[in-house]
């Protein structure tokens, strides 16, 4: 093969590589999205009273950069405690039973079938005190909406509780399954909410794989550290049967349990 050949056929192979290399990245972009992520919030769990992961995740600094919250002050032995329903299991009557026998307050994060379906039991947990959030209008996937969408999803909740209980302001949101990127932490702080993720949690939202009230509560109290932000799922049967163990035991290690709303430092 004569030198011009050569120079041809490296050319022709210069160009096909590049072309590979341009059709990874636009595959790539196209997996990201416009905004980056999708992440699922998941991290390595706490051990030992020790803080989790989360700071040492690649997702962190987006975090910070739109104030979501997944620590309280990790220097203060305050518990944070936080449900999502999406649906309701019969438990939740049971859950707020126990938090008002033990004085303890918490934020329910409720979707719009739980506001449409179980309208007694979202007016019985403003009239006890608690918090009630936004996890969205139908869970979707809000990584993968528009911006109006996501408008949408969250506008209809707060109205559908705003009707039901008088509640004005919700400011809390719970993005459905834990999917976030940017966009989404964005948007939702344009709407005046402040993204709230968790630094306790385990494998409870599974209704027909419980495992008894023991293995709620072990797997809560391994895993507690100051400034805790604690999900549990409101369809477990296990979780409701552990609560009241779960409060007095953290009691007697010192914690205390106090109202999101007082969670006054978001430690990074």
């Known amino acids: 093969m004569n030198m011009r050949n050569r120079r041809a056929l490296l050319g022709v192979t210069i160009v096909a590589v590049l072309a590979v290399l341009l ?72 859950i707020l039973d126990v938090l008002k026998e033990k004085g303890v307050p918490a934020i329910f994060f409720v979707t719009g079938h739980y506001v449409k379906d179980k309208p007694e039991l979202v007016k019985r947990m403003a009239a006890e005190g608690h ?19 996501i408008h949408t999803e969250l506008a209809k909740v707060k109205t559908a509780v705003a009707e039901l209980t008088g509640q004005q302001d919700m400011t809390y949101l719970r993005p459905p399954r834990g999917i976030f990127n940017s966009h989404v932490l964005a948007v939702s702080k344009e709407q005046g909410y402040t993204s709230v993720f968790w630094s306790v949690a385990y ?28 999900l549990l ?32 430092t978001k430690s990074y």
Do not use: C
Request: charged letters at 20%; zero cysteines; aromatic letters at 10%.
């Open 23 to 94: 059709l990874a990245s636009e595959a790539a972009s196209a997996i990201a999205g416009p905004h980056g992520g999708p992440y699922h919030f998941g991290f390595k769990k706490s051990v030992g009273g020790a803080l989790p992961s989360i700071k040492e995740e690649g997702f962190q600094p987006i975090l910070e950069q739109h104030g979501a919250i997944f620590l309280g002050d990790t220097k203060q032995k305050e518990l944070y405690l936080t449900f999502d329903n999406g649906y309701e299991n019969g438990y939740t009557s049971r």
């Open 131 to 149: 918090l009630i959030g936004n996890h969205s209008w139908s869970h979707p996937d809000m990584s993968v909406i528009s911006s109006s969408q």
């Open 203 to 230: 494998r409870d939202w599974e209704p027909n794989a419980q495992k008894g009230w023991r293995y709620a509560y072990d797997n809560v109290m391994k895993q507690l550290h100051p400034g805790a932000v604690i």
């Open 233 to 264: 799922h409101s369809v477990s049967k296990d979780n409701t049967e552990a609560l009241s163990q779960i409060i007095d035991a953290a009691r007697q290690q010192g914690y205390t349990f106090k109202p999101l709303n007082e969670l006054a």
